[in-house]
């Protein structure tokens, strides 16, 4: 089964709206995270590093602002698009580095936002 | 240049051929390496990793070249259920210095 949960998988909202995309770790805890967007035929991008307890680290070219991301504890990360435009329109995705005895990365299963 | 390469395809092969992605990364400190399954829409999914000493799982062998910095994937007697798109993925350490690459895509065709 997953061990990454994410949620919602498909959201489809008016411009200006925000939106709240919620990544848990299933059965362990994730005391980093990390945000991803894929746009079509390109690959994962990494968005940001969700630590827990503090503020999450951006990529160059990403607006901490626009995407505010909460990871108060250790089983939860959330990223939310604030005033979202047609051009946020974008897969993302969340993962968590867990495991043993060897650690991995599990992905959750994407959220496709669809901005109107 | 990109710091992970990757031929996007498509490969169409028919099933049972044998198929070969190759991957370039631009990095010489790169440590780690792997191949990754995504299909669709979906999340990727982590096939294997990569050494230098060369690795096989079933019907699927991956390399490690070092010196000419890049790795390869070769499917043997491909099925339908491989079609998909296979990421490339390199790490300079520790998740949080992960880099994938486009992905090839590959369709195997009855």
């Known amino acids: 089964g997953a061990v990454v949960s994410q949620h919602p998988s498909r959201v489809i909202c008016k411009s200006g709206t925000s939106v709240k995309i919620e990544c848990r770790s299933l059965?362990?805890?994730?005391?980093?995270m990390f945000w991803y967007r894929q746009f079509p035929k390109q690959s994962l991008m990494l968005m940001a590093t969700?630590?827990?307890?503090?503020?999450?680290?951006?990529e160059q070219g990403v607006e901490k602002d626009k995407f505010l991301i909460n990871h108060a504890s250790l089983t939860l990360s959330t990223l939310t698009v604030t005033s979202a435009h047609p051009e946020d329109s974008s897969f993302y995705i969340c993962?968590?580095?867990?495991?043993?005895?060897?650690?991995?990365?599990?992905f959750g299963s994407g959220t496709q936002l669809s901005v109107l | 240049r990109k710091e992970v390469e990757q031929d996007p395809g498509p490969f169409n092969v028919p099933e049972g051929a044998t198929v070969a992605f190759n991957c370039t990364y631009s990095?010489?400190?790169?440590?780690?390496f792997f191949w990754y399954r995504q299909d669709c829409r979906k999340e990727p999914k982590l096939l294997m990793s990569?050494?230098?000493s060369g690795n096989e799982d079933g019907r699927f062998t991956a390399q490690l070249n070092r010196a000419s910095q890049y790795i390869s994937l070769l499917i043997r007697d491909s099925k339908l259920s491989d079609s998909a798109t296979y990421l490339c993925?390199?790490?300079?350490?520790?998740?949080?210095?992960?880099?994938f690459g486009t992905g090839t895509k590959l369709q195997v065709i009855p």
């Open positions: 969700s630590n827990e307890g503090s503020k999450a680290t951006y």
């Open positions: 059965d362990f805890q994730a005391t980093t």
């Open positions: 990569v050494y230098s």
């Open positions: 993962s968590a580095a867990g495991g043993i005895p060897v650690e991995k990365l599990f």
């Open positions: 993925v390199v790490s300079r350490g520790g998740y949080q210095k992960v880099t």
């Open positions: 990095n010489s400190a790169s440590q780690s």
